[in-house]
Each structure stands twice: as C-alpha cells, then as structure tokens.
C-alpha cells in the first residue's frame, strides 16, 4: 500500500480551479496514469471521462510523447525565444501550418489557452490599428453569449455574460458585445431567424468592432451546445460583408474531438485567427498558439507600434514543442478518425435511453463528447464520489454530466462511461431532493 498524500496539507494551502480555501471540496489523489486510466493512491483505477479536460487524447503515458520528451528534456529544456529559435519550435510550426486551413500562415506560441485568446484579440486590435484612420476605431469584440474562452482578462469579456465572471469583476473587466448563442443544434437547418440579431449587431456597429469571437460548432464550459455548421458558415459571410476579423477558439475542439480535425472544416469555413491549445501536447505540458493570416501580419506590422506586442517567458518552450510534435504526429496517422466515429457511434447507442430518466432534460452526442444535460444544476462534489465508487472519472459541472474520454479509450472502458452516467442520472430524483448547488460549480467555467 503506497503512502497516502498529505491532503490536510492540500485543503489548507493548496488552490484548486474554482474552489474556496475555507471550504475545500473533496479531492482524489492520483498516482499515476496510464492508457485510459488513472490510478488512484489507494490504488483504485477509474477509467478516465474527461481526457483531463479535453487535452489527453492520446492517453497517459504515451511512449512516443514521453520519449519525444525525454530527448528534448536532456538536450534543450528551455531557452528564451527573444533573439533564439530551435527545431521543435520550426518543426512544430511547420506541422501547424500543413495541418489548418491555408490562409493560416504565422504561428504565435504561448503558455495556455487563455493566452491564446488574450494574443487573437490584441492581434485584431493591433491590425485595426494598422489601416487607414477611419477603421482604427475598431476595438471591440462581438461574440455569442454562452461561451467559454478562458479566465484571464480579455478572455472573461468574452466569456457568457450571465454565467460567467463579469459581474464579480465589475469595471475591470471591458464590456463587450453579445448576440444570442446559435439556436440551430448540430444537424439542423439553419433557423431563419439564428442570424437575424448578429447582422443588425454587425451592421449597425461594424465600425466600432475589430472582430468577432466564437468557439466554432461546439460551445464548451459555457453550456456543451453543438450548433449548426450553417451558423458559423452565415456569420463568416457576416464578418466578411461589415469588414469584421473572424477569431475561431479551437481549443477544445481542435484536433478531431468533434469528427473533424478542426470544427471549422464542418462549416467548411476559414478563420482570420485561431486558437489552439488543450489537446495541442495531446495533455502533457501546457502549450498553445494563435495562428493569424498574412492579412493580419501585415496590418499588424503597419500599426503605430509596428511590431506584435507580446511576448511571454515561455514562449516556444522546446519542451512543449517537442510534445505538441510527437501528439501531432500521431493525430497525423490518422487513427483518430477512426477512433471517434466509433466512440460516436457507441455513445449514441449507449446513452440514447438516459432520455427516458426523469432527471434528464436531453442527451446530445458529437464527435467524441456525450452530453446528458440535466433539468437542475447537480452536486459535482456528491456525483464525483459516486463515480470514483462506480470507477470511472467524470467531473460534471452546472447542469451537465458528459464525457470527453480519451481516443484510444476501448468499447469496454467506454460502456462502463456511459453506463455510470446513466447509473448516476437515474440516482437524481427531481425537485426538492436536489442538493444545493455548490457555489463552485454553479457558475460557468470549466471547472
Ligand atoms: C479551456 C478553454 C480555454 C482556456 O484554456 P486554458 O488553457 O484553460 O487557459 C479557452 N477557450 C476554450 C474554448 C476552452 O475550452
């Protein structure tokens, strides 16, 4: 029996996302992890839902990754990047490049997600900048309510306005513009109205606007909702008709989670600016880029600064870079695809019943993310525990328990996801038996 942790010594002086230091939730402490499953340090083994928030695709303990690593580590842990380069950084870049859309020719590396968000949205403030002077006014965002984009500044403006953390933050935080969230659900026709409220947003203040942001087809943290490729095809027509920078936010959904390699290839549309990041090292270090066009470079270069203003400690971290190219390479094989149609598919046929529980209010299945959304926001602490006790790992939040496993993950391992989901779901009775919300879990974060 391994030694247990020390978790008087967590709760009291250690954060965790989304938590009080007063009123710790209950944690698991985790061994190790390998293939599609954490072991615990009591040594109980759950079968991983959640691809440690979308980033682990791959699986634990990849050979590939950990020796791409391994070599890097002893050869070049780190280096600035101010007046430096190296191979991972170009052979990252390059991989990149190949793998999105052709217009996307620059590649900004940073730390994480948010970042990534924080670099889209000063790059389309900076190319504003950079055209003649009745255009320089473009400075604010527009984006869609119910979506996630990270947790730093910027990011948080963007972020659903209702659920998530503007109002905590007050006038620190800049006020942007919201349309509706898309209407039309994946597979859908395009409602005829879905876009009404964008264009007259668009038409009536497109010279005070400098892009707009949107997680394209799935809308994550904010509310799993997968929206019609027909939407994000119209608003890209949108931005292109008032002038407007179009900045997708991949980091979720980039790299095959929703069928696709990128979601934009659903609506077969290309971005001005991306984000990528989570799955990006396939979950083995933090890394993220934006990628722009050499539109934006270029306007970028003629604003008054004349070059990009940002440039983080860590920026092209060869370690990370050599991760991001061996989990790269292996999503270049190809094996996904394969992968998450099956997972699809096996979701769609396990969790379509969950429907039929009084607690469920839908049951939504995309690629590989599966969604049971409930009527009440749940106890994420309570249903945690009842998971770890089932042996499985997933972490519902607000009023939502879905899963976003692994690709390698087996059909056996699978079934034992979606049938602890249901076993869970079907524990809920409505109404009054339902626990208070914990306050960490009501409010919109991926947490
Ligand atoms: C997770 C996420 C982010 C933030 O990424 P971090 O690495 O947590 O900063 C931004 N946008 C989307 C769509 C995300 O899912």
Redesign the pocket.
């Known amino acids: 029996m391994r030694n247990l942790l020390d978790f008087d010594f967590d709760s009291t002086h250690i954060w965790h996302p989304y938590t009080s230091m007063t009123h710790s939730l209950p944690v698991f402490g985790v061994h190790s992890a390998k293939g599609c499953e954490l072991e615990l340090v009591d040594g109980r083994r759950l079968v991983d839902g959640t691809s440690s928030?979308?980033a682990c695709v791959h699986g634990y303990g990849h050979p590939e990754i950990i020796g791409a690593m391994e070599k890097q580590l002893h050869q070049l842990s780190h280096v600035m990047f101010g007046g430096i380069t190296h191979a991972p950084a170009i052979e990252l870049c390059k991989k990149l490049i190949a793998m999105t859309c052709e217009p996307l020719t620059k590649v900004f590396l940073c730390d994480?997600?948010?970042?990534a968000?924080e670099v889209a949205i000063k790059m389309a403030l900076q190319y504003w900048q950079g055209q003649p002077q009745d255009k320089a006014q473009k400075q604010r965002i527009l984006t869609v309510k119910k979506g996630?984009?990270?947790?730093t500044f910027a990011?948080m403006s963007v972020c659903d306005p209702e659920g998530g953390m503007h109002t905590m933050f007050g006038e620190t935080v800049t006020k942007q513009c919201f349309a509706d969230a898309p209407r039309t659900r994946f597979g859908e026709a395009l409602h005829p109205d879905d876009l009404a409220q964008m264009r007259g947003i668009l038409s009536e203040q497109h010279s005070d606007i400098a892009a707009v942001i949107i997680?394209p087809i799935m809308q994550?943290?904010g509310g799993m909702r997968f929206y019609s490729p027909e939407y994000l095809l119209g608003l890209r027509k949108l931005c292109d008709e008032f002038n407007v920078l179009l900045i997708l936010?991949e980091?979720?959904t980039g790299f095959g989670r929703t069928g696709k390699l990128f979601a934009y290839e659903h609506a077969n549309i290309t971005p001005d600016i991306l984000?990528l990041?989570?799955a990006l090292t396939g979950g083995y270090i933090?890394l993220?880029a934006t990628l722009c066009t050499d539109k934006v470079a270029q306007g970028i270069s003629q604003s008054p600064a004349g070059v990009f203003m940002h440039g983080p400690t860590f920026m092209g971290n060869p370690l990370a870079c050599a991760a991001a190219c061996a989990s790269l390479d292996l999503i270049n094989r190809n094996e996904w695809q394969a992968q998450v149609v099956a997972i699809e598919q096996q979701m769609r046929l396990e969790l379509k019943d969950a429907i039929d529980l009084p607690s469920v209010k839908d049951v939504r299945v995309l690629g590989a993310v599966g969604v049971l959304e409930m009527h009440e926001p749940v106890n994420t602490a309570e249903l945690q525990q009842q998971f770890v006790d089932l042996g499985v790992w997933v972490r519902p939040f607000a009023n939502l328990i879905y899963i976003m496993p692994p690709y390698i993950i087996t059909p056996m391992q699978l079934s034992q996801l979606t049938g602890a989901m249901k076993q869970v779901a079907a524990r809920i009775t409505l109404a009054d038996d339902i626990a208070p919300t914990q306050a960490t879990a009501s409010f919109i974060s991926?947490g």
């Open positions: 928030w979308w994480s997600g948010s970042i968000v996630y984009h990270g947790d990011a997680e994550g943290a936010d980091i979720a984000c990041g989570k933090s993220a991926h």
